[in-house]
Each structure stands twice: as structure tokens, then as C-alpha cells.
């Protein structure tokens, strides 16, 4: 049986924190939003909101909200991914579909052949992105995805084995 798109994409993708100096074009970006607005969430309730931020200057201002800002500074485009507290209605489980949106947004990343990685050391200071974005405590943020071409793809990761992840099978 061939193994499925989907499936490849899971296992290929990396977190990519290096970038060449190309631009991503917005049909991308979007094609990464619009991914990520499919994911599953609590009642269909799509809490999530998106910000992109191409413009340098306001990069290099996120940048220094988080000990990850080489990587804010060096993507072409980064998305700060939000949680709008008026379409939320379960703390925890819009919380689990902001994640399933990340996945697919990071998964889209990798079908477009573009690098991604989602960054959540950030939240530490979450009202200053609020403050620098223009936006009011409505809305919660998520994790910013910086996304640009992989400069490499040289990027190794491991995972545990399932032995060990894996409880009980009753
Ligand atoms: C909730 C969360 C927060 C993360 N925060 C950061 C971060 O702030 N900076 C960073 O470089 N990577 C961050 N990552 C990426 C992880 O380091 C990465 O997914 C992990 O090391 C596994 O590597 P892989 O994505 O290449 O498989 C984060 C991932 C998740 C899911």
C-alpha cells in the first residue's frame, strides 16, 4: 500500500528556524491560515484569529519580547495566532484547537515546501505582542509560527518509541 500524503508530511516535517532572504508570498500565507482554520475545534466554534506580520520594524519588536528572536528577526513573515476570548467557551478546548490549528498550519508549511516553526516561549509576554499588534485583551495568544523557505533541511529530531508512550493495550 503507498504510504498517505498526510502521513509522509507528519513524519517529514521539522521545526524550521532558518530561512533564505525570500520573500513568501501572501497566497502562501494564506494557504497556511486557511489550513489552519480547518482543524477540528469544540462546537465548530473556531476560536482562533491570525495576525501576519511581514513589516521588519514590528518583527524586530516581537523579537524582543522572546529569548527566540533570531528566529522572529531572520523569517520573512511570522503569524501570531490568537484565540478570541468572545467565540471561546471551554477554556481547555479551544486551547486543544489552537494546537490543532498550529499542526495544520505547520503541516501546510510543509506541503507548500516552505519551513515553519511554531514558537510559544513568547507567551511569557503575551500582553506586550498584544501591545505591539494592537490588539486588546480579547484576544489570547496562542503561539507565533514564523515561516519562511528552509535555509537547510538538515534538521534532525527523535521521538520516544512507542514502548514507552503507549500505557496500556487491553
Ligand atoms: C507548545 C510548543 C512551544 C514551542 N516553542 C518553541 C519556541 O519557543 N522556540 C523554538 O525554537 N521552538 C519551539 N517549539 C518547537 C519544538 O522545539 C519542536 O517542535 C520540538 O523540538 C520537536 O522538533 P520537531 O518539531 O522538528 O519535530 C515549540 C513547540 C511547541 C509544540
Not at 501546510?108 to 519551513?115: Q, S, V
Request: hydrophobic share 45%; net charge positive.
Amino acid at each position: 500500500m503507498m504510504p498517505a500524503p498526510i502521513l509522509e508530511a507528519i513524519h517529514r516535517r521539522r521545526s524550521i528556524r532558518e530561512y533564505t532572504e525570500e520573500q513568501v508570498g501572501s497566497e502562501q500565507l494564506r494557504a497556511i491560515i486557511e489550513a489552519g482554520s480547518w482543524a477540528p475545534s469544540g462546537l465548530n466554534n473556531q476560536p482562533w484569529r491570525f495576525v501576519v506580520v511581514r513589516d521588519p520594524a514590528i518583527r524586530a519588536a516581537l523579537a524582543g519580547q522572546t529569548t527566540y528572536g533570531h528566529i522572529v528577526k531572520g523569517a520573512p513573515a511570522v503569524i501570531a495566532v490568537y484565540l478570541d476570548r468572545e467565540a471561546m467557551y471551554h477554556e481547555t478546548k479551544d486551547q486543544q484547537a489552537a494546537g490543532a490549528c498550529l499542526q495544520n498550519m505547520l503541516l501546510a508549511a510543509e506541503a507548500l515546501d516552505l519551513g515553519a516553526v511554531w514558537l510559544g516561549q513568547i507567551l511569557q509576554n503575551k500582553t506586550a505582542v498584544n501591545g505591539i499588534l494592537g490588539l486588546s485583551d480579547r484576544y489570547e495568544l496562542a503561539a507565533v509560527v514564523a515561516v519562511g523557505h528552509p535555509r537547510h533541511r538538515r534538521q534532525q529530531s527523535t521521538r520516544k518509541p512507542l514502548s514507552e508512550l503507549i500505557l496500556k493495550e487491553l
